[in-house]
Structure formats: structure tokens, C-alpha cells
């Protein structure tokens, strides 16, 4: 029988490895699995090197796991927010690497990770400084930039609804980079609000369907950043 | 002296109301953060308008009122919205497949500079020390049908936002086609540079003045109504 459920956001990373890469799902604070990357605070794993839209606000969920020096690198279009003090300290004090990327570019980068594409041209950057140093080919008369896939060792999402097969719902805006970071790593971690039995979810509105997650682990009443912030949470 | 005290010129509601009139009826549209944003606010009566933001959403509506935000329910500026009827949810390569893909017919973004030949530079001052973060503003530019730039005419300190040549990092290369600002409707055309449209009480030569590169004036410049 295929059982992806595991017990608790403890065991669901617990074979993260130093040095992986990891896919950390989120815009903002919509679809970040705060739970997960506490869990992998916890883990210890260290050189990290995380792709992920922001760098988090607070001191908690992924500016935490980045204040806790944990993350060697991050892949990312917006390193910045109003409440986003982690990353620029570090950064400044050149403690640690980013590799900026449009946002567009790093979600076709992972979605060509997850579709086994190891390179796509994309007009976006084309003339550029993000540009620079990357192969540059003319189709139809228009320079197009080649970008390579983004391929992980895990992803941590969060999504709404699961079966033990994988399938999985998204909430609203928190789908984001969800459904595309489960295709592209080898093992795809998704915290659920609610976990259902198989046939629970219409087959019709499954959006990432099971083949691509690997384990899953029920989260109700998940926190959200901008309430920790709030509330002045810092973690561990 | 700041460029606001010694001219007349549009506010930010007259500058979005001005570019507003420019988005064509059954327009996909996609509104960068700012004085962009103001612009849903002033669609003619009679048009219908898609707004799409690149986290995810197509058709979206205003913000909610206090109490009821979601903070899963939010725009690219990470700020809480509203569902209109028909309204779908995508993940981040859809909804760049819609920018890269030629799908979003219209885009308004703000700008720190705007280039006779149509160079934009709208994400990074390229200062030492300055946290780089460029989000979606290079797919946006790479994509969507059109581009056109709202923005204050001059900066804060006064230096002109129109220019001969870009000094900020670019965004792209030759991508915007017209820009909305507090004193004149400036199209980017192969000559560079040309007037259309003048604020109230505001004359040729000090728009001239207060732009960084040669503007040419267009045959019957119009006055904008604000």
C-alpha cells in the first residue's frame, strides 16, 4: 500500500542532509510552511542552499532558518521586505551568497527541474546585468537569454488538503510555487491543513497530483508569519 | 527647492485617471506597485478590465475592507485583495507562461529612470550596499503587450527621470512605449522623446526643462483633462 503520510513535521525532514538543496514554497507569507522549516531548525542541517521567492520577515519561518546560519546560499527574485532584516545584515556583512534571479525566470527554472528540460531561452533579462555571463541565442530575430533548470534534493510546501497518495489542494494565493517545487525535487515534503482519504478530492480539482509528493504531514491551524511577527515570536 | 514647489502638475489620482483612458475595453492587465495601482480605481464606465497579478491570480478586485483581509489572499505588493466573479487561481510558471507568453495585454509600471530609446530601469540603484531584488519586473517588461510607465516626472531631489541614457541597471532594453507623469503624456517613438499631452497650467519649456533628454513637441499637443 502507498502511505505518504508521516507523523509529524519532525520526521518529515529528518533526512535532510548538509549541504542539500532546498525548495522552501511561499510568496511572501502565503503558502510559507513555517512548520516545515521550523522542523528543519530543529534537523540542524547546515550549508544549505535555498531557493525560495523572499527571505522571510521576522524571526521566524525562513528568516529564522537563515538567522540560525543554516543557509550557505539562497536562489531568489525579491531578497527584500518591509520586515525582512535577517537576510540584508548577513548579506551585507557578506555571510551569506545569493544569486538573484526574476521571479519569472526562477519559476520556469523549476518547473524545467521538475519536467526534465535542462535549459530553456527566455527573453526576460535579456540586456541586462542578471544577464551577464549567460549563453544569449537570436529566434526569429529576437535575443532570447539560456537559463538552466532548478533541480533540489527536497522541497518544503504547504498545501490544503492531501490523500495519502500525494494529491494535494492549494489555498488561494498560497499555491504559488507549490505545485512546481514538488516536480522538481527528488523528495517533496507537503504540510496540509487537512489530510483525506483517497477519492476525497475531486480528481477533477487535484492540482499537484500525487506522483510528484513524497510525504506528507497533516499541519491544522498552521501559523502565519505576519501573526508571529506581530506577536514578536522569534524562533527557536 | 523640490521640482513639486515650482510647477503646477497632476496628482498621483489625475496621473493614473490620465493613463486609465489608455486601456482598451476587454484588457488583461497587469499594475506594478504604486501609483500603478491607482489606476483600477479610474477605468472609464463601460469597460471591462482583467487585472492579473504575477503570484497567481486572474481577476481580481479591490482591497477588502478592515478586518476581513486573508493573508493567503494577496497581490504581487503583498498586500491583501478581493476575488471579482470569475476569478482563477494558477501557480508561478502559468502565470509567468501569461507575462512571457504574450497573454497580458497591457502593463503599467512605475520607473526610477525611462530612456529616450525606451531603456527602463525600475528595480535597483545599483548602490554599494543596497539589497538587489528585481521580482517580476524583467518578465513583465520581456512579455506583456504593452508598456507604459506612470511616474513623477522629476525624483525627489529633483533630477529628471526622463533621460538620454539610463544610469540605474536596467530592467530592459527598448520596452516602454509611452509615460504618464505629473506634467505631460511623453510617447518613446524612434526620434526619441515626444510630447502629446500637457498638464493644466503647465508650459512646453519648463517640461523641457525638467527632462533629462531632447523632447520633441507632437503636432496639436493636447491638454490632459485631469
Known sequence: MIDKRVGDPAQAVADVKDGDTVLIGGFGEAGSPIELIHALIDQGARDLVVASNNTGNGQVGLAALIAAGRVRKMICSYPRSSNSRVFPELYRKGQIELELVPQGTLAERIRAGGAGVPAFFTPSSVGTVLAEGKEVREFEGRPYVMERWLRADFALVKAELGDRLGNLTYNKTARNFGPIMCMAARTAIVQVSRIVEPGGIDPEVVVTPGVFVKRIVEVANAAHESVLVAQGVTYP | ?226
Not at chain 2, 506597485?33 to 503570484?55: D, K, Q, S
Not at chain 2, 503599467?108 to 535597483?124: E, K, P, Y
Not at chain 2, 532594453?173 to 509611452?178: I, K, P, S
Open chain 2, 1 to 226: 527647492m523640490t521640482a513639486e514647489l515650482i510647477h503646477a502638475g497632476l496628482t498621483r489620482d489625475e496621473m493614473a485617471r490620465r493613463a486609465a483612458r489608455d486601456i482598451p475595453d476587454g484588457a488583461y492587465v497587469n499594475l506594478g506597485i504604486g501609483i500603478p495601482e491607482l489606476v483600477a480605481a479610474h477605468i472609464p464606465p463601460g469597460r471591462e478590465v482583467i487585472y492579473h497579478t504575477e503570484n497567481g491570480v486572474m481577476g481580481f478586485g479591490p482591497p477588502p475592507p478592515e478586518g476581513e483581509e486573508d493573508p493567503e489572499l494577496i497581490n504581487a505588493g503583498k498586500k491583501p485583495i478581493t476575488l471579482l466573479p470569475g476569478a482563477s487561481f494558477f501557480h508561478h510558471a502559468d502565470s509567468f507562461a501569461m507575462i512571457r507568453g504574450g497573454h497580458i495585454d497591457f502593463c503599467i509600471l512605475g520607473a526610477m529612470q525611462v530612456a529616450r530609446n525606451g531603456d527602463l530601469a525600475n528595480w535597483s540603484t545599483g548602490a554599494p550596499g543596497a539589497i538587489p531584488a528585481v521580482g517580476g519586473a524583467m518578465d513583465l517588461v520581456a512579455g506583456a503587450g504593452r508598456i507604459v510607465v506612470i511616474t513623477e516626472h522629476c525624483a525627489k531631489d529633483g533630477s529628471p527621470k526622463l533621460v538620454d541614457a539610463c544610469t540605474y541597471p536596467l530592467t530592459g532594453r527598448g520596452v516602454v512605449a509611452r509615460v504618464f507623469t505629473d506634467l505631460a503624456v511623453v510617447d518613446v517613438t524612434s526620434e526619441g522623446f515626444v510630447l502629446r499631452e500637457i498638464a493644466p497650467g503647465v508650459d512646453l519649456d519648463t517640461v523641457r526643462r525638467l527632462t533629462g533628454a531632447p523632447l520633441l513637441a507632437a503636432a496639436g499637443i493636447k491638454t490632459i483633462e485631469p
